[in-house]
Nanobody, 124 residues
Framework: QVQLVESGGGLVQAGGSLRLSCAVS????????MSWFRQAPGKEREFVAG????????LSADSVKGRFTISRDNAKNTVYLQMNSLKPEDTAVYYC?????????????????WGKGTLVTVSS
């Protein structure tokens, strides 16, 4: 059974930084792409960033390009999201998700497993 557990969320002022982590159980972590999504109150879940199975390729939403960086450590079965220059509009629950392929997928339907999410609140 694959389980994903996010951590690192919290309250931060605009302009600040947070680093989210997602620990993944199971021996297949290194053979799948991983992604981060977020969902703000009253809005649909949206893609934030994704990384291929070996970290060789990444993809980011336009809204976070230049501010957020996704990375992974296959030896630790962990994926990270470094978030800098945070804005109030980044406030959301952030979800870690495991894809169903080696390459990055940006659709909700392309994910096989989800974590329960971690709340990020950015105050103005």
């Amino acid at each position: 059974q694959v389980q994903l557990v996010e951590s690192g969320g919290g309250l931060v002022q605009a302009g600040g930084s947070l680093r989210l982590s997602c620990a993944v159980s199971g021996r297949t972590f290194s053979t799948y792409a991983m992604s981060w999504f977020r969902q703000a109150p009253g809005k649909e879940r949206e893609f934030v960033a994704g990384i291929s199975w070996n970290g060789g390729s990444t993809l980011s939403a336009d809204s976070v390009k230049g501010r957020f960086t996704i990375s992974r450590d296959n030896a630790k079965n962990t994926v990270y999201l470094q978030m800098n220059s945070l804005k109030p509009e980044d406030t959301a629950v952030y979800y870690c998700a495991r894809g169903n392929a080696l390459i990055v997928q940006s659709s909700v339907s392309g994910m096989g497993y989800w974590g329960k999410g971690t709340l990020v609140t950015v105050s103005s």
